[in-house]
């Protein structure tokens, strides 16, 4: 699933292409992937100008010219691609906006990412926790003294970090040298301060390198990102640790793979 550096890679590539940029039509809507349902795309988005594109946790947030803002959300297989209104339509593309030259194509095989309206709606934030790259030490302390959870669960809640998900937890857990299952509440001032130093880490050296792509991640030229071949933890179960040579384990946290070095994350 697309997570923060993934969706920030994208981002980056279509927002100086498509600000200032008027939407002219729409085409093959897929209705079941809009929200809310009913909502007439067809009334709310051809004539009107591309103010700004930004990321807020793994949304893609447009603002328009007349205020108005939607945001897609990629979910686990969803695709964003920029491409000439000459290529060929590939299977599963729900939503093509098309603006002069380009045109912004939305595919999603398993469609659990979407289209959300939300209009002049400014709650759609209120379910968001912070973002991670302008987290504090102290505010982490707060947010994690909250919970009794295993850290890991816990870095995976969007409700306490925003963007984060899977693959850089355990990234970030290994970063920090804290074993995935400690309880959040639990961890030591220390501790804290190395995660959110590790989160950072993770996260910035993970969008230098334009994501992570394990199955379905493309950016929006439809290329893979390349960071996965730096994991330290994530999809290696059973190879040996970059720092100790221990072998990687996996172990199944909130229903959720969790991948982590025995001897380097000690409980
Ligand atoms: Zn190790």
């Given amino acids: 699933m697309p997570e923060l550096p993934e969706v920030e890679t994208i981002v980056r590539m279509i ?75 590939k299977a599963h593309t729900h939503l093509v906006l098309e603006m002069g030259q380009e045109e912004l194509r939305f595919v999603d095989p398993r469609r659990f990412g979407g289209f959300f309206w939300l209009g002049s709606d400014d709650s759609w934030e209120n379910d968001l926790g912070p973002e991670p790259l302008e987290l504090s030490s102290e505010q982490l302390v707060v947010l994690l003294s909250q919970t009794k959870r295993a850290i890991k669960t816990a870095l995976l809640d969007q409700k306490i970090i925003a963007g984060v998900g899977n693959i850089y937890a ?9 074993h995935p299952r400690m309880a959040a509440n639990r961890l030591t001032k220390e501790q804290i301060v190395r995660l959110n130093r590790g989160i950072k880490q993770v996260l910035t050296r993970a969008l230098k390198h334009r ?57």
């Fill in 211 to 267: 994501g992570s792509t394990l199955r379905d991640y493309r950016d929006a030229n439809g290329d893979s990102g390349n960071f996965q071949k730096l994991h330290r933890v994530y999809d290696r179960t059973g190879q040996p640790c970059w720092n100790c040579k221990t072998k990687i384990m996996r172990i199944v946290l909130g229903q959720r793979s969790t991948h982590f070095c025995p001897r380097c994350q000690m409980r």
């Fill in 170 to 178: 355990d990234e970030a857990l290994f970063a920090a040298k804290i």
């Fill in 15 to 89: 927002s100086p292409r498509l600000t200032g940029r008027k939407i002219d039509h729409i085409r093959l809507v897929r209705l079941d992937i809009v929200r809310p349902a009913r909502t007439d795309l067809a009334k709310c988005l051809p004539g009107r100008g591309i103010g700004r594109i930004y990321r807020r946790a793994k949304r893609i947030v447009f603002e328009l010219d007349d205020g108005n803002r939607f945001y897609i959300h990629l979910g686990m297989t969803g695709r964003l691609t920029l491409e000439s209104p000459k290529s060929a339509i």
